[in-house]
Structure formats: structure tokens, C-alpha cells
């Protein structure tokens, strides 16, 4: 499992961006995928995350509504459509598998963190 994650950058507070995670890895399709962020001096959050199919799924209260994760398993690709960006979403976004069977929205089930990409938002 190879995973860089692209499209971040500098938005002003309402605005939108897509996020990218591709894995250069051949079992993509294997696995559910996480979204976590972590900002200056917190912890790593759940974001969202996805079922290997897409079918489902799963997102943080502070971002349902704004936010919403799909794939592509063509592409080995992961998606984070970011609307109404708020300054409280500045971070570095991070994609990772979930290679555990527990809860979708604990940390602990996810490993092999790519490297993130900052996005930061201006009020």
C-alpha cells in the first residue's frame, strides 16, 4: 500500500475542494477507506470513510452535511468533496486503509498512513 494524497490548499471560509488519495498498491479494492485530518497541536480525527464497494458510508458530525467521501476502485482512487469549508476544517488531511475489523471511526483500524496534504482555510 502506496497512498499520496493531493488537492489540498488555501480556500476563503464557504468555499469547496477535492481531496485525492491514490494507492499505487494492486488490493485497493480490498479495503475500506479512511479520511483523518490532524491540526496544529490536536490529535488525528476521524473524517470520513467508505466500505470497499462504496456502499456505505461514515462520517464525522462536525462534517456530515458538508462533506462527502467516495472511490473508485478503476482508479484506486479515493475522493473527499470538501463544501462550505469552515477555518475549523484547516488541517493536514490524511488517507489511510482500514485493515481491521472494528469500528469505521476509530483510528486504531487504520495503518499505512500516506502522506497528507494541507488545506487551510481563511475567514
Known amino acids: 500500500v502506496q497512498l499520496q494524497a493531493s488537492g489540498g490548499g488555501l480556500v476563503q471560509a464557504g468555499g469547496s475542494l477535492r481531496l485525492s488519495c491514490a494507492d499505487s498498491g494492486r488490493r485497493f479494492s480490498s479495503y475500506a477507506m479512511g479520511w483523518f485530518r490532524q491540526a496544529p497541536g490536536k490529535e488525528r480525527e476521524f473524517v470520513a470513510a467508505i466500505n470497499r464497494s462504496g456502499g456505505s458510508t461514515y462520517y464525522a458530525d462536525s462534517v456530515k452535511e458538508r462533506f462527502t467521501i467516495s472511490r473508485d476502485n478503476a482508479k484506486n482512487t479515493v475522493y473527499l468533496q470538501m463544501n462550505s469549508l469552515k477555518p475549523e476544517d484547516t488541517a493536514v488531511y490524511y488517507c489511510?486503509?482500514?485493515?481491521?475489523?472494528?469500528?469505521?471511526?476509530?483510528?486504531?483500524?487504520?495503518?499505512?498512513w500516506g502522506q497528507g496534504t494541507q488545506v487551510t482555510v481563511s475567514s
Open positions: 489511510a486503509p482500514k485493515l481491521y475489523t472494528g469500528s469505521y471511526y476509530s483510528r486504531d483500524q487504520y495503518t499505512y
